[in-house]
């Protein structure tokens, strides 16, 4: 059984920065393009970022600039970094493959951006 397990959410307040980690229970990521999905309050699930196992990266145009994405085949991990928050990132941010896997979804990481 397959689990992703998001850590690192947190409240911030505007402009300020987090770092989400995602970690796999086994090994998935040396063979799949792997991402972050966010989803809002009263709002679909969307794609924020995704990495190749070649390290190639893709990002929504709403968090272009202000994102990052980084993995680690060897530790089965992948993070996010971002910075300049604004409070429409405000939502639940889940890792995954891309395409997503539905038995992969777990129970992912709250961020609040507040003031």
């Known amino acids: 059984q397959v689990q992703l397990v998001e850590s690192g959410g947190a409240m911030v307040q505007p402009g300020g920065s987090l770092r989400l980690s995602c970690a796999a229970s086994?090994?998935?990521?040396?063979?799949?393009?792997m991402a972050w999905y966010r989803q809002a309050p009263g709002k679909q699930r969307e794609l924020v970022a995704d990495i190749t196992t070649g390290g190639n990266t893709h990002y929504a145009e709403f968090v272009k600039g202000r994102f990052t994405i980084s993995r680690d085949n060897a530790k089965n991990s992948m993070d996010l970094q971002m910075n300049s928050l604004k409070p429409e990132d405000t939502a639940v941010y889940y890792c995954?493959?891309?395409?997503?896997?539905?038995?992969?979804w777990g129970q992912g990481t709250q961020v609040t951006v507040s003031s």
């Open positions: 995954n493959t891309n395409p997503p896997r539905i038995n992969f």
């Open positions: 086994r090994s998935i990521f040396s063979t799949n393009v």
